[in-house]
T-cell receptor, first 117, second 112 residues
Framework: GAVVSQHPSRVICKSGTSVKIECRSL??????MFWYRQFPKQSLMLMAT?????????EQGVEKDKFLINHASLTLSTLTVTSAHPEDSSFYICSARDPRTPNQPQHFGDGTRLSIL | DQQVKQNSPSLSVQEGRISILNCDYTNSMFDYFLWYKKYPAEGPTFLISISSIKDKNEDGRFTVFLNKSAKHLSLHIVPSQPGDSAVYFCAAETGTASKLTFGTGTRLQVTL
């Protein structure tokens, strides 16, 4: 079964709206979660590393004021796309690694399809 | 700068035959490599991985080969099945706690 849950799976909203995406680890505590973005027919690109209790680490070129990340608990990280515009339309995916099995691969959520009209 | 590359965007293979998906990387610091399978509108599903200290890892129908000197890895699926049709991403990381760098993906179509 899924060990990383992402919600919502799809969002369609008007330009200028802020959208929040949740990523939950279901049966483990994750001090670190990762947020990726995938444009059509392109690779998954890491946007930021979400750290529980501290600031997220953003990849080069990703605007931290645009993509707000909050990791307030050991099982939940949220990504808020602020004042979203059509160019922010993409597939957003989170992942986390179970610290009990650090040598095992990361678990991915099922992603959120964001469409800005 | 694409550090992980999959030069074949698509591949079509007949059912029962071998599928070979290739991946090249440029960063010599990568020490762990993974293959993920992805369906549309879903997150990637882990398939198989290999550490840089090995050159081959096998799991059922899936085998990954690593050629460190050539900075090249490949995924072999044999025999291929229609259910294998999906997009396959290779990914690489340094250490066990760091971020993944993904390739651009190869769409595999297994035909009857």
């Amino acid at each position: 079964g899924a060990v990383v849950s992402q919600h919502p799976s799809r969002v369609i909203c008007k330009s200028g709206t802020s959208v929040k995406i949740e990523c939950r680890s279901l049966d483990f505590q994750a001090t670190t979660m990762f947020w990726y973005r995938q444009f059509p027919k392109q690779s998954l690109m890491l946007m930021a590393t979400s750290n529980e209790g501290s600031k997220a680490t953003y990849e080069q070129g990703v605007e931290k004021d645009k993509f707000l990340i909050n990791h307030a608990s050991l099982t939940l990280s949220t990504l808020t796309v602020t004042s979203a515009h059509p160019e922010d339309s993409s597939f957003y995916i989170c992942s986390a690694r179970d610290p009990r099995t650090p040598n095992q691969p990361q678990h991915f959520g099922d992603g959120t399809r964001l469409s800005i009209l | 700068d694409q550090q992980v590359k999959q030069n074949s965007p698509s591949l079509s293979v007949q059912e029962g035959r071998i599928s070979i998906l290739n991946c090249d990387y440029t960063n010599s610091m990568f020490d762990y490599f993974l293959w993920y399978k992805k369906y549309p509108a879903e997150g990637p599903t882990f398939l198989i991985s290999i550490s840089s200290i090995k050159d081959k890892n096998e799991d059922g129908r899936f085998t990954v080969f690593l050629n460190k000197s050539a900075k090249h890895l490949s995924l072999h699926i044999v025999p291929s099945q229609p259910g294998d049709s999906a997009v396959y991403f290779c990914a690489a990381e340094t250490g066990t706690a760091s971020k993944l760098t993904f390739g651009t993906g190869t769409r595999l179509q297994v035909t009857l």
